[in-house]
């Protein structure tokens, strides 16, 4: 799949910074292709709420009453070589990413965050919706995100690798759950030991390989 390369170098700015709401590129998925398996999913109340809440953040003038129940459910998506897996995959192991998109606490979102949290791909949605009258197609990565651990920067100062983090204790389902594939920052490698007697999750942030 041919990627325009000025079109992959401004994805990438996407996943730094202030969530930019009013960039076309978050509105369009056409520089990503999706892997199998692939089903029909159907979103719960809990999650149409949310999903909603998400939508709220890019047309905050909208009233999004038409929200569509179901979507495409993806194993995996790739841009430009960069490949993303799931739990929902064999490529399980490329399921682990981070993202400056998650609150602190409660599942709620943070379009302002700098903090890059790590969490753990279930699958991915995709969905094609109306607004005012114009078509939008959005993908979210379906995360749970790892809960904060008081030792977190045990290994040095912040940026510091590895980070500590709980190991299988994640934040509260919430509007964060759903991320924008643009938003993910990359992958890393999860590496599960001990610190102080307890067992932990070590977070070692990966390179990208991206084929410009």
Known sequence: MFVNREVVLNLLKLADGVVDIGNEL???????????????????????????????????????SGIPNFYDKYASVECAGEQYGSQFSRLNRSSYILAKWASQYNGNVDINTSDARPGTVLYFVKQTLSVDGNL???????????????QRFHCGTPGVAPEVWCRNLFD???????????????????????LQGENVLFVLPLNKHYYL
């Open 136 to 150: 939008s197609t959005f993908c979210f990565a379906r995360v749970n995100w790892f809960q904060y651990h008081p």
């Open 172 to 194: 509260s389902f919430g509007a964060s759950s759903f991320v924008p594939i643009q938003r993910i920052q990359g992958k890393f490698l999860p590496v599960y030991d001990k």
């Open 26 to 64: 978050w509105f369009q998925v056409s520089s990503y292709s999706f892997g199998g398996p692939h089903t029909l999913g159907k979103l719960d109340d809990d999650e149409l709420k949310y999903l909603k809440e998400v939508y709220g953040y890019f047309f905050p003038r909208a009233s999004l």
